[in-house]
């Protein structure tokens, strides 16, 4: 404990959350989990988190007004709980631009593509029909533009001939659970951080060989 603050929110499973709670509770890690705030009253995530006795929240997007009305709640219950930096993972709402500018440099999204490549929703169908090699994920600071924003860290995966949208995810998913928890142990220790709308980082930068996909023979 003595990390920084963090505010989980979600709608659904929760694979994302699981693999920043085990990370959180590894030694010295920078950041604690304090409070998981789902849209949906049945996200899987929710159970996830209370077995491990993190705080839940139910904020159900269905019983507000409009959208302003959704993140004033969540806004006030974040700050209820003193939340320094909120981490969306899996969340399917989009948040208003007040909202966005409230949290801004203080809020942090993981998406399943090499973004700025295939923002949006149905990712995986169209990176397939377009004959894409290689695809992935990326963490990055959320700006009001969807799925906009400095990026933190992103992981490639090669797409297979035989990829249905549902292995592509797999394999996404697999790496997405990877890059979360460094992309937030760098945010919250600070070897990450903002230059203007660029993230630099202070450690940690290497060459890798590069991806090939297919490899080479
Ligand atoms: C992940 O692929 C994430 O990138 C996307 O929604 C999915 C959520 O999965 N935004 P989970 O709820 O973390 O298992």
Redesign the pocket.
């Known amino acids: 404990m003595g990390g920084k603050r963090i505010g989980v929110l ?8 699981a693999a920043l709670i085990d990370a959180c509770a590894t030694r010295d890690f920078p950041a604690d989990i304090v409070l998981v705030i789902s849209n949906r009253p049945d996200a899987g ?1 929710l159970q996830i988190a209370q077995s491990t006795g993190i705080q839940t929240r139910t904020v159900d997007h269905t019983e507000y007004a409009d959208r302003e009305a959704f993140d004033a709640e969540i806004d006030r219950v974040l700050r209820e709980h003193d939340v320094e930096l909120v981490c ?5 709402r989009l948040l208003a631009p007040g909202f966005v500018e409230a949290w801004r440099d203080r809020l942090i ?4 593509s090499l973004l700025p490549a295939y923002p949006g929703v149905n990712i995986h169908e169209r990176v397939i029909d377009d004959g894409v090699r290689i695809s992935g ?1 990326t963490v990055h600071y959320v700006r009001t533009a969807m799925d906009s924003g400095p990026i933190v860290a992103q992981a490639a995966v090669p797409v297979l001939s035989g990829d249905t949208a549902e292995t592509l ?1 797999a394999r ?2 697999a790496a ?1 659970h990877e890059i979360y928890p460094q992309a937030l142990r760098m945010v919250a220790d600070g070897t990450a951080r903002l230059s203007g709308e660029r993230v630099v980082f202070s450690a940690r930068e290497s060459e890798a060989a590069p991806l090939f996909s297919p490899p080479l023979s």
């Open positions: 979600i709608s659904g499973r929760g694979s994302n959350l995530g969306l993972a899996g969340f399917m999204n993981i998406h399943p994920c995810a996404v998913l997405e």
